[in-house]
């Protein structure tokens, strides 16, 4: 039950959150309470976090760089539909995969992922 949920929530908050990025929404950063470059350092984190529990045999490296390069896609995007394109928001995204990837390696001991597995299948 927990996998399901977990697999439901990866789905849900990138898709949200690619909602609020690239939708009409240009007032969000200043109604908001939380700075522009820390909404962008945690959700590029979960977004990070959602493409592990969806892909698990994704290799990290991989995963952070196609997260990355969605946040890129993000910057260009926005400068097309009225919103404001910044390198900042970009740099704030990769420091959250920087940080998310981090984290993961600190939850799994620095070990890499073979030495986790009971067997040799995959």
Do not use: C, Y
């Amino acid at each position: 039950m927990i996998t399901l949920l977990m697999r439901v929530a990866a789905v849900v908050i990138p898709l949200a959150l690619f909602t609020l990025m690239l939708g009409p929404f240009g007032g969000v950063e200043q109604a908001s309470l939380i700075w522009d470059k820390a909404a962008h350092f945690i959700a590029f984190g979960l977004i990070l976090w959602s493409v592990g529990v969806l892909f698990r045999r994704l290799p990290r490296l991989w995963a952070a760089a196609l997260v990355l390069a969605s946040g890129a896609a993000v910057e260009v995007i926005q400068g097309f539909v009225g919103r404001d394109a910044d390198w900042a928001d970009l740099l704030a995204d990769a420091l959250g995969i920087a940080t998310a990837l981090l984290l993961w390696a600190i939850w799994r001991g620095f070990r890499p992922r073979a030495a986790l597995q009971t067997s040799n299948t995959r």
